[in-house]
């Protein structure tokens, strides 16, 4: 019902940038938080950021001062840019939406991109 699309990630080296996009389609009604979730290998899904449909953010202590969450309502798309990149940054980075359907509008229910790697190295 929601099809999520992510892209930006890849190879960056240590201070360096990256911008992570996330366009969502489909049957939707209305997107509510949007946000951004990495998981390092063995470790477990942690939140990054979200950003509610008021545009109030959230952000992950270890993420506060160098990424920055957005979204452009019109497009249906959230964003992160990623500034002052660190080793330990490295992740599969997760889109989700919280979002009601043509199918569901009455019951919002939450829905995962596939995942794009960003790996931080020299």
């Known amino acids: 019902q929601v099809q999520l699309v992510e892209g930006g990630g890849g190879l960056v080296q240590p201070g360096g940038s990256l911008r992570l996009s996330c366009a969502a389609s489909?049957?939707?009604?209305?997107?509510?938080?949007m946000g951004w979730f990495r998981q390092a290998p063995g470790k477990q899904r942690d939140l990054v950021a979200t950003v509610t449909s008021g545009g109030i953010t959230n952000y992950a202590d270890s993420v506060k001062g160098r990424f920055t969450i957005s979204r452009d309502n019109v497009k249906n798309t959230v964003y992160l840019q990623m500034n002052s990149l660190k080793p330990e940054d490295t992740a599969v980075y997760y889109c989700?939406?919280?979002?009601?359907?043509?199918?569901?509008?009455?019951?919002?229910?939450?829905?995962w991109g596939q995942g794009t790697q960003v790996t931080v190295s020299a």
């Open positions: 489909g049957s939707i009604l209305r997107l509510n938080t």
């Open positions: 989700n939406v919280r979002a009601t359907t043509q199918r569901t509008p009455f019951q919002e229910y939450p829905y």
